[in-house]
T-cell receptor, first 111, second 114 residues
């Protein structure tokens, strides 16, 4: 299947710090989505990106759809303890119905 | 917003028995539902895609006779793990999609086969 690689795999940061994580693919996607998953729960959508170059914010979160359509990044500013969780990128191809998920970035925020 | 209810959230069953997991879209009609499997500290792996009233499409390597999917209505899809074995223990997550709501995920089902 398609492989979406996320980096870093895990992060330990101090509360208040900013966070940046990336998602790259060898394939082109026409939609990029960023999800957060808490332990024992399903993923929850954070941000959806539909156009190459698009930069979208949702509160302290900002994500961009790469110009090449093969990558995306997610930034979290002024992290707080409840930001702890696993962040997944997901891509959707033109004409396809399903999502391909990234390998995930596990975020730990130290109070 | 769109809500997907998945039930049960946890289930423990004996080897050889079957387990049914339900996925309901509560306030919208889902034209398509997806079933994922997630191993500890791993990503979500798509198992199958189901469209209401038709047979599910399984991903390569997923046994259709073991993981039976029924999508009888626009608001309900079920995944039945038949003759479960310990290696089937995992976290199973459903997702429902519509053109308007995008993808909404259930809260997952932790299956433990003993």
């Amino acid at each position: 299947g398609q492989q979406l690689n996320q980096s870093p795999q895990s992060m330990f940061i101090q509360e208040g710090e900013d966070v940046s994580m990336n998602c790259t693919s060898s394939s082109i996607f026409n939609t990029w989505l960023w999800y957060k998953q808490d332990p024992g729960e399903g993923p929850v959508l954070l941000i959806a990106l539909y156009k190459a170059g698009e930069l979208t914010s949702n509160g302290r979160l900002t994500a961009q759809f790469g110009i090449t359509r093969k990558d995306s990044f997610l930034n979290i500013s002024a992290s707080i303890p409840s930001d702890v969780g696993i962040y997944f990128c997901a891509g959707q191809k033109t004409g396809a119905n399903n999502l391909f998920f990234g390998t995930g970035t596990r975020l730990t925020v130290i109070p | 917003g769109a809500v997907v209810s998945q039930h049960p959230s946890r289930v423990i069953c004996k080897s050889g028995t079957s387990v049914k997991i339900e996925c309901r879209s509560l306030d919208f009609q889902a034209t398509t539902m997806f079933w994922y499997r997630q191993f500890p500290k791993k990503s979500l792996m798509l198992m199958a895609t189901s469209n209401e009233g038709s047979k599910a499409t399984y991903e390569q390597g997923v046994e259709k006779d073991k993981f039976l999917i029924n999508h009888a209505s626009l608001t309900l899809s079920t995944l039945t793990v038949t003759s479960a074995h310990p290696e089937d223990s995992s976290f199973y997550i459903c997702s429902a999609s519509t053109h308007r709501s995008g993808y909404t995920f259930g809260s997952g089902t932790r299956l433990t086969v003993v």
